[in-house]
C-alpha cells in the first residue's frame, strides 16, 4: 500500500468519526468531567494528599486508562476503596512512598493483565463485592462522623449537602449531583464571605514528577503488600463497573478483562509519577458518559482533558470552596456506594450468601479491605464446597408422566421399573450419598437415571457410575440414562462409561427412557 492510499484512508477515517461520533464524545467527555470534578476534589482531600492528588489521579489515569484499556466507554478516576487505602497510608509512609506503592499497584495490574487473571478476578462471588462496597462506605462514613461530632452546626450543614445531593439527583438530572453544592458553596464564599476552611487553591500548571525509580526499587519489600492491596481493589472495581457498563451499552463489543487491566494499570503508573491518586473505572462517571451519548474511546480522553483545563486556568477556584461541602459530598458518595438492591434482599437469600457478604461488611471495617476479601473468598468456597455435597437423589412416581386416563395401565408395571431423579453435583464428596440412594435398585427389572439437573461429574463420580452399572449387569437389572448434558456425556465417553452402560441405554427424554423400560418389562 502507498504512501497516498494511507493518506486518503486516514482522512476517510477521521471525517467518518466527526460525522458519526464527534458530537457524543464531546458530550460524553464534558459531563464525565463535570462528574468528576466534585468526586476527585472529594477523594483527593479525604485521602489525606489534597484536592490536587485526586485531580490529578483522574487527569492522567483517565487519559491513560482510556487510550489503553479494554473497556471503551469507562471512565477512570479515584473511587472509594483506593482512597480509602491510601488514606490509611497517609500517616504511616512519606508522600513519596505513597505515590511509589501507587506506581507499583499499576505495575502489578499490568501483569495481572498479560497474565490474563481478568476473568479470573470477575469470578469473585457476588456476597463478596457486595459486602466489600457496603464496608468501603461503611469505613469513608467511619472516618468523616468523628469530625463532624464535634460541632453541631458543621453536622447540620454536611446533612444539608446530603439532602441537597439526593434532592439534584432526583429533580435535576442533568446537573451532576455533587456539582450542586459546589456550585452553592463557592456562590456563597463570594457573596457573603463567610469566614469558613476553604481547600485552597489546586496546583496550577502542569504537576511534576513525584517518582524515582531509586526509591521505587529501594522501597519495594516493604511496599509491596499495599501495593498488592491497592492493584487487586481497583481491578475488582475497574471489572466490576465495565460488566455494568456492557449491559447499558448497545451495539458495542463486551470489554477486554485483561486488556482492561493493562490499561488501568499504565494510569495508575501515570498518576502516581505525575502525584495523583490511585484510580479505577468510575460507575457514576462511566454511565454519565454512556447516557450523553459516547461513542468511542476518545470520550475518556476529552474527559481528562477538560479537568487538565479546569487545574490550569481555573485552580484558584478552590479558594472559595469549603472543605464542609466536600465532607459533605464525600459522604453522599458513601451512601451511593451502598448496595441497598442485595441488602433489601436479604429475606430471600441464601443463607451462606448472607454470612459471607455480613462477614465481608465486618472484616472490611474492622481489619482491612484486602483481608476482608481474601477471608470472604475462602469462607464463599467452603460454603459452596458443602452446597455442592448436597446431592438430592428422588425417586420419582412413573405414573406421574402419564395422563390420568392412561395411568392406571402403568400401575402394574411400577414396581419393576425405578424412576430416580438426581440434582446437583456428582462428585467426591456427594457419591456415597449416590451409592446408598441407589442400592435398594436390585428388586426392579429397569432402573431410570433422570440426571438432567446434574451439573457437574468428576472422577470418584464416575467411579460409581461405573459400579453402579457393573451391580445391575450382575444382578439381571437393565440401567437407563435420560437427559445427560452434552459436557457430561463426553466425559463418561471418555471414561467408557457409555460403553459399559450400552450407547442405545441413553435417551435426551425421560419419556423416550420411561417408554423404552416399558417395552422390557412387557415383553
Given at each position: 500500500m502507498?504512501?497516498?492510499?494511507l493518506?486518503f484512508?486516514?482522512?476517510?477515517k ?5 460525522s458519526?461520533?464527534i ?16 468526586t476527585?476534589?472529594a477523594?483527593?482531600?479525604s ?6 492528588a485526586g485531580?490529578?489521579g483522574?487527569i492522567f489515569?483517565?487519559f ?5 484499556g479494554?473497556?471503551?466507554?469507562q471512565?477512570?478516576?479515584p473511587?472509594g476503596p483506593g482512597?480509602v ?5 497517609v500517616p ?7 505515590f511509589?506503592?501507587?506506581v507499583?499497584?499499576?505495575c502489578?495490574?499490568?501483569l495481572?493483565g498479560l497474565?490474563r ?10 456476597p463478596?463485592i457486595?459486602?466489600?462496597?457496603t ?12 469530625s463532624?461530632?464535634t460541632?453541631s452546626r458543621l453536622?447540620?450543614?454536611?446533612f444539608?449537602?446530603i ?5 439534584s439527583?432526583?429533580?435535576?438530572p442533568?446537573?451532576p ?7 452553592l458553596g463557592?456562590?456563597v464564599?463570594?457573596?457573603?464571605k463567610?469566614?469558613l ?9 502542569i504537576p511534576t514528577l513525584?517518582?524515582?525509580i531509586?526509591?521505587l526499587?529501594?522501597?519495594?519489600p516493604?511496599?509491596?503488600v499495599?501495593?498488592f492491596?491497592?492493584?487487586?481493589l481497583c481491578s ?8 455494568i ?10 470489554h ?7 490499561g488501568?494499570?499504565?494510569?495508575n503508573?501515570?498518576?502516581g509519577?505525575?502525584?495523583?491518586l490511585?484510580a479505577?473505572g468510575?460507575?457514576?462517571?462511566s454511565i454519565?458518559?454512556?447516557k450523553a ?17 479546569l487545574?490550569l486556568?481555573?485552580?484558584?477556584i478552590?479558594?472559595?470552596i469549603p472543605?464542609v461541602?466536600l465532607?459533605g459530598?464525600?459522604l453522599y458518595?458513601?451512601i451511593?456506594i451502598v448496595?441497598?438492591n ?5 429475606p ?5 450468601d448472607v454470612i ?5 461488611i ?5 481489619t ?7 477471608v470472604?473468598?475462602f469462607l464463599?468456597s467452603?460454603l ?9 437423589v428422588?425417586r420419582?412416581?412413573?405414573e406421574g408422566?402419564?395422563?390420568v386416563?392412561?395411568r392406571?395401565k402403568?400401575?402394574p408395571f411400577s ?10 453435583a456428582?462428585f ?6 449416590l ?7 436390585t ?6 437415571l433422570?440426571m438432567?439437573?446434574v451439573?457437574?461429574?468428576d472422577q470418584t463420580?464416575l467411579?460409581?457410575?461405573e459400579m ?5 449387569n450382575s444382578s439381571g437389572?437393565?440401567?437407563?440414562v435420560?437427559g445427560?448434558s452434552?459436557?457430561?456425556k463426553?466425559?463418561l465417553d471418555?471414561a ?10 441413553f ?5 423416550e427412557?420411561i417408554k ?8
Amino acid at each position: 500500500m502507498n504512501r497516498s492510499s494511507l493518506k486518503f484512508g486516514f482522512i476517510a477515517k477521521i471525517k467518518n468519526y466527526c460525522s458519526t461520533s464527534i458530537k457524543g464524545d464531546l458530550l460524553g467527555g464534558i459531563t464525565s468531567a463535570f462528574v468528576a470534578l466534585p468526586t476527585a476534589m472529594a477523594f483527593g482531600l479525604s485521602s489525606g494528599l489534597g484536592v490536587s492528588a485526586g485531580l490529578y489521579g483522574s487527569i492522567f489515569a483517565g487519559f491513560f486508562a482510556a487510550l489503553l484499556g479494554g473497556a471503551v466507554l469507562q471512565i477512570t478516576g479515584p473511587t472509594g476503596p483506593g482512597a480509602v487505602i491510601i488514606a490509611s497510608l497517609v500517616p504511616n509512609l512519606s508522600v513519596s512512598d505513597v505515590f511509589t506503592v501507587v506506581v507499583l499497584s499499576g505495575c502489578i495490574q499490568i501483569l495481572f493483565g498479560l497474565s490474563r487473571l481478568g476473568k479470573f478476578i470477575e469470578y469473585i462471588p457476588y456476597p463478596v463485592i457486595s459486602g466489600f462496597m457496603t464496608g468501603v462506605a461503611a469505613l469513608i462514613v467511619k472516618e468523616q462522623l468523628p469530625s463532624l461530632m464535634t460541632d453541631s452546626r458543621l453536622f447540620v450543614v454536611v446533612f444539608f449537602i446530603i439532602v441537597l445531593c439526593f434532592l439534584s439527583a432526583k429533580y435535576v438530572p442533568q446537573i451532576p449531583a455533587a456539582m450542586v453544592p459546589v456550585i452553592l458553596g463557592i456562590t456563597v464564599s463570594l457573596i457573603f464571605k463567610h469566614n469558613l476552611p476553604m481547600i485552597g487553591g489546586f496546583a496550577v500548571g502542569i504537576p511534576t514528577l513525584q517518582f524515582s525509580i531509586y526509591s521505587l526499587f529501594e522501597r519495594i519489600p516493604q511496599l509491596l503488600v499495599p501495593a498488592f492491596s491497592l492493584a487487586l481493589l481497583c481491578s475488582i472495581d475497574s471489572l466490576l463497573t465495565a460488566s455494568i457498563l456492557d449491559s447499558l451499552q448497545q451495539g458495542v463489543s463486551p470489554h477486554d478483562s485483561n486488556r482492561e487491566l493493562i490499561g488501568q494499570g499504565m494510569g495508575n503508573i501515570m498518576s502516581g509519577m505525575f502525584g495523583g491518586l490511585s484510580a479505577a473505572g468510575a460507575t457514576i462517571r462511566s454511565i454519565a458518559n454512556v447516557k450523553a451519548g459516547a461513542r468511542t474511546r476518545i470520550s475518556g480522553m476529552i474527559h481528562s482533558f477538560v479537568l487538565l483545563l479546569l487545574v490550569l486556568f481555573a485552580g484558584g477556584i478552590g479558594n472559595y470552596i469549603p472543605k464542609v461541602v466536600l465532607s459533605g459530598v464525600i459522604l453522599y458518595i458513601a451512601i451511593t456506594i451502598v448496595d441497598y438492591n442485595n441488602l433489601k434482599r436479604i429475606p430471600a437469600t441464601p443463607i451462606a450468601d448472607v454470612i459471607v457478604m455480613l462477614v465481608t461488611i465486618v472484616l472490611t471495617v474492622i481489619t482491612g479491605l484486602l483481608q476482608a476479601i481474601v477471608v470472604a473468598f475462602f469462607l464463599s468456597s467452603i460454603l459452596f464446597m458443602i452446597k455442592m455435597t448436597q446431592l438430592e437423589v428422588q425417586r420419582v412416581s412413573l405414573e406421574g408422566h402419564f395422563p390420568v386416563k392412561e395411568r392406571q395401565k402403568i400401575l402394574p408395571f411400577s414396581k419393576k421399573i425405578v424412576l430416580f431423579e438426581i440434582k446437583g453435583a456428582l462428585f467426591f464428596g456427594s457419591s456415597p450419598q449416590l451409592v446408598k440412594e441407589l442400592s435398594q435398585f436390585t428388586e426392579s427389572k429397569v432402573v431410570i437415571l433422570k440426571m438432567y439437573a446434574v451439573l457437574v461429574i468428576d472422577q470418584t463420580g464416575l467411579k460409581v457410575l461405573e459400579m453402579l452399572s457393573v451391580e445391575a449387569n450382575s444382578s439381571g437389572v437393565i440401567l437407563l440414562v435420560s437427559g445427560v448434558s452434552e459436557q457430561i456425556k463426553k466425559s463418561l465417553d471418555r471414561a467408557s462409561i457409555t460403553t459399559l452402560i450400552g450407547e442405545d441405554h441413553f435417551f435426551p427424554h425421560p419419556m423416550e427412557a420411561i417408554k423404552r423400560a416399558l417395552e422390557i418389562v412387557q415383553g
